[in-house]
């Protein structure tokens, strides 16, 4: 294998009794648009700090073109950077604030002048340079600090959580913004958001992040189709989990056997287990199917209809299994079946045996 | 002491102002007036006391050394509390708030009391000579007191904690994250601290350094202990005038005029540091 453009490895953080991170492992192809995607808390912007220089890692190291960055100090990484809190500079004009890097370069007067132009050309906010910071909305202020990371035509821009002080409607806009300016320079960018539908709009990589470590990495369809664990499944769209049994493991199949003795077959299992482990079904919504018969290959389960709730597009079922467990169901608007179901109804999901997982627990 | 204007409210908050207003007038407004009475009134009426002061060599000098050692001490007492508030700024709560009890403490001890420590550690036998001349950094011991050192180094650690506090308040509002955005923007830390960190406390060393300027300018105890003969200030003259030459209009013309300079000091400080309301 080649050398990877951008690579972190084995980063691990301690602070103090807290473990922030612990060997995160990852690289970055050239021009790539990373996302990590995790909770509050399961060290993305740890991560992201250390790429920038705003603290040593405890172990391990980061290289780009594989020459470790390390020790070279923060201002001399070349890195652009957008923060999460506002962070332009408060007496500074908006043309001023995106000239600070060229400044700080002492570069000429001519060139900063076209760059700070075509910075602000890129963002959209093309004569605004006299402006003051405090008179701008915070879409505004976010993407002056964008011009700000990029006029000096940075290899990586890092962004941390950007938008997340933003309401929805402008968080979608500048999403856009960011995925034009993306491919526009060219420019690896690793950006950090808790929110999965940004992360899936913006990325062309997705790494999951959970308490300090990386879960999976990969794109949103293989995230979404081929969640590697539990975590993944639960934080990528939404998903069904019930609690059974392992009845037995063929290869990359198994058999779940639940409370009251309802059997589920061929399931394809993530990790390895023994008949006998507690284990989980996992079902994505939209891929269940709701009828009056069983399906074949025993990927199905009959479900008592507890409630019916009319949201437009679909109809959503509440049901339950035999066994007691809830679950929820999609009736698209036009199903046949959503203008004759009743409270108390029994029917049964199907769905095909490719769509469901199943992972060991513990 | 800081001197703030109270908030402008609609309406009649005069008469429950009225007090205080009443207070004022009494024991400032009055006072100050009738030294301005006799300033023009003594020993004869006319602006001739004013005339004296302002014309003659021997008040001139007296009057530069006032603002000189004034200035000197601003100077001074901004370079030490910067680093200091800094400092204070980016240290775990716990220990800032002790170091911030002994400022307050060293604050309330009495004046005197601390000028004369300074004399007793800067004198020619004093414990500063006798350390750098046992160390054998200095052979002869080192003129400290009765000269612009031993008053410039009295009255800067009796001025630190005016300029700390107003410092430690606009530092403390810099967010930590603006810093790191200059840095990854290339900004070395002298960059940093010129370009970033210094504009952004400007109005803190500005209300600081007026504040202390301006004490500096009436200053006496240091001064008078401290200092020598030599750079006599103002407050050590308007002394000299009322006390030894019992000469009342001169004091008054002397303070009257430090006065009208200590205003407009402070009209210049709120037409161009006061913060103005944010616009979000
Ligand atoms: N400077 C710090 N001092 C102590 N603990 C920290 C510090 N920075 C982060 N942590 C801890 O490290 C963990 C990861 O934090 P962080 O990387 O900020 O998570 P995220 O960005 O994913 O929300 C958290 O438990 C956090 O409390
Ligand atoms: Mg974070």
């Keep these: 294998m080649t050398t990877p453009y951008l690579h972190i490895n084995g980063i691990r953080k301690v602070f103090g009794e807290v473990v922030a991170t612990d060997h995160v492992e990852l690289s970055i192809a050239e021009g790539e648009f990373m996302t990590f995607l995790g ?57 001023e604030n995106v000239a600070f890097p060229l400044r700080v370069r002492r570069m000429g007067k001519s060139e900063v002048d076209a760059r700070v132009k075509r910075a602000l050309k890129l963002v959209r906010l093309e004569g605004f340079e006299d402006r003051m910071p405090a008179k701008m909305s915070g879409g505004q202020q976010q993407r002056v600090a964008l011009a700000r990371a990029l006029v000096y035509d940075p290899p990586v821009l890092l962004m941390d959580e950007p938008l997340s002080a933003l309401d929805k409607k402008l968080r979608e806009e500048i999403q856009f913004e960011i995925r034009r300016i993306h491919q526009e320079t060219g420019v690896t960018i690793l950006y950090v958001t808790h929110d999965q539908e940004e992360a899936l709009r913006l990325s062309d990589r997705i790494a999951i992040f959970n308490k300090g470590k990386i879960e999976q990495v990969g794109t949103g369809p293989e995230l979404y189709a081929n969640p590697a664990t539990h975590f993944v499944a639960d934080f990528i769209g939404d998903s069904a989990f019930l609690a059974g049994e392992l009845a037995s493991v063929s290869g990359e199949r198994a058999a779940l056997r639940f409370a009251d003795g309802t059997t589920v077959a061929a399931v394809p299992l993530h990790g390895s287990g023994r008949a006998g482990q507690a284990a989980e079904l996992m079902l994505r919504p939209e891929r269940i199917e709701l009828a009056t018969e069983p399906g074949p290959e025993g990927a199905s389960l009959p479900v008592t209809v507890e409630d019916m709730t009319f949201l437009g597009n679909n109809t959503t079922l509440a049901a339950r299994t035999p066994w007691g467990a809830a679950l929820s169901v999609r009736l698209n608007f036009g199903h046949p079946l959503a203008a004759n179901v009743a409270r108390g109804d029994r029917l049964h999901i199907r769905w095909s045996p490719e769509a469901a997982h199943a992972f060991v627990r513990g | 002491m800081s001197i703030t204007l109270a908030p402008k409210r609609r309406g009649s908050g005069l008469g429950l102002a009225m007090p205080a207003i009443l207070l004022l007038l009494a024991f400032f407004v009055v006072p100050v007036a009738l030294l301005l009475l006799r300033s023009v009134t003594e020993p004869e009426p006319g602006l001739h006391n004013y005339r004296t002061l302002i014309g003659s060599a021997t008040y001139a ?136 960190l210094l504009p952004l406390a400007a109005p803190g060393i500005a209300s600081g350094g007026l504040m202390v300027f301006v004490m500096s300018l009436g200053y006496f105890v240091t001064p008078a202990l401290l200092g020598g003969t030599a750079n006599m200030m103002l407050a050590e003259m308007i002394a000299q005038q009322v006390q030894s030459l019992v000469n009342w209009g001169m004091g008054g013309a002397a303070a009257f005029i430090l006065l009208i300079v200590t205003l407009g000091l402070y009209a210049v400080q709120l037409r161009f540091f006061e913060p103005k309301p944010e616009v979000r």
């Design chain 1, 39 to 95: 909770p509050s808390g399961s060290g993305k912007s740890t991560t992201l700090y250390i790429l920038a220089g705003f603290q040593d890692p405890s172990a391990g190291d980061i290289t780009i073109r594989g020459k470790s960055i390390l020790s070279t100090p923060s201002h001399k990484r070349n890195i652009g950077m957008v923060f999460q809190r506002y962070t332009l500079f408060p007496h500074l004009s908006v043309g």
């Design chain 2, 61 to 196: 000098k007296v009057f530069f050394n006032t603002f000189f050692v004034a200035g000197v001490v601003t100077l001074v007492t901004v370079l030490v509390a910067f680093p200091v508030a800094w400092a204070l700024a980016i240290m775990p709560q716990r220990w800032a708030s002790v170091i911030f009890a002994v400022i307050l403490l060293s604050m309330w001890t009495n004046l005197l009391a601390r000028t004369y420590a300074w004399m007793v550690l800067l004198q020619q036998t004093g414990l500063i000579n006798r350390s750098l001349m046992a160390l054998g950094i200095i052979d002869q011991p080192l003129q400290l007191t009765n000269n612009l050192i031993g008053v410039t180094i009295g009255m800067v650690y009796i001025m630190l904690p005016f300029m700390i506090l107003p410092l430690l308040g606009v530092i403390r509002k810099i967010d930590p994250a603006i810093l790191q955005a200059a840095a990854l923007c290339g900004a070395s830390k002298g960059q940093a601290l010129f370009r970033v």
